[in-house]
């Protein structure tokens, strides 16, 4: 499996934005597709963005269409999410992760995950 590991979490004003990155460790990306997904306290792991190997498939939540943006360097083995006009429901643990096929927004199909980059949104 792929190790992963988070950065550039901090704490932001609403409107504001940040980019999260995600380094690949041990392997490469090589073959796998990468996500975001996110944690707020008290609620269940939710789907945010997903990316192909290649990068020319995105497919973004709803909630975050128009606003955050993902995209990959394989070169540097490195994934972001740009996340612009940040809003208070946005505070979470964000974290990236991995599958062996692209398609899936179900957090189970993911063998490989980050540690977690606290965002916290302020209003």
């Known amino acids: 499996q792929v190790q992963l590991v988070e950065s550039g979490g901090g704490l932001v004003q609403a409107g504001d934005s940040l980019r999260l990155s995600c380094a690949a460790s041990?392997?490469?990306?090589?073959?796998?597709?990468v996500a975001w997904f996110r944690q707020a306290p008290g609620k269940e792991r939710e789907f945010v963005a997903r990316?192909?190997?290649?990068?020319?498939?995105?497919y973004y939540a709803d909630s975050v269409k128009g606003r955050f943006t993902i995209s990959k360097d394989n070169a540097k083995n490195t994934m972001y999410l740009q996340m612009n006009n940040l809003k208070p429901e946005d505070t979470a643990v964000y974290y990236c992760?991995?599958?062996?096929?692209?398609?899936?927004?179900?957090?189970?199909?993911?063998?490989?995950w980050g540690q977690g980059a606290q965002v916290i949104v302020s209003s």
């Open positions: 992760a991995a599958a062996r096929f692209y398609g899936s927004s179900a957090p189970a199909d993911f063998g490989s």
């Open positions: 990316i192909s190997w290649s990068g020319d498939l995105t």
């Open positions: 041990g392997r490469t990306f090589s073959g796998y597709s």
